[in-house]
């Protein structure tokens, strides 16, 4: 077997997409299984945000950096204006990312926002607001991160499209250059 096609069919970042993944499931089959097994909101609530905001964060600072090569934040100017920074990897870092631990990173990144929205859908048929708060906060926080990356990686597409626009530009350039100087 040929070792780069090893390398692509396996995840290059094992540990990271487990850390990328359990918080996630973490914070939904506690939420899930808490149901059956406690009955005190207040540690159903305390618990359940408490690993989504665990999940806000690996995927924010830890598995959006190693996975996909993005790294997204907010800050507040001089002005009090909501002003968005983005990091993402150069154009060749980027292409060098694992295709898989890419996949895992979208795919889990929105199933898991789709999973709190049926359970809010859920918790709205069954008339359980106190309920509807923790999938508010789980899935506000799991939103938060799809538009970030989602920002994120428009503005990094952006930035590859300026850098191969600049090098096409200045490549074309110093060909003209050349061949006038021989001339």
Known sequence: MDPVQSTEENYANPKTCFFHVLFKAAALAFYILSALFIDNFVIIFVVTVFLAALDFWVVKNVSGRIL???????EIDEQGESVWKFECLDHESLARMNKKDSWLFWWTLYLSAVAWIFLGIFSLIRFQ????LV?????SLSIANIVGFTKCRKDAKKQIQQFATQTIASRFTSSLQSAFSVV
């Open 68 to 74: 996909v090569g993005l790294r997204w934040w907010n």
């Open 129 to 132: 607001a106190d309920y509807l």
């Open 135 to 139: 999938v508010g906060v789980c899935l």
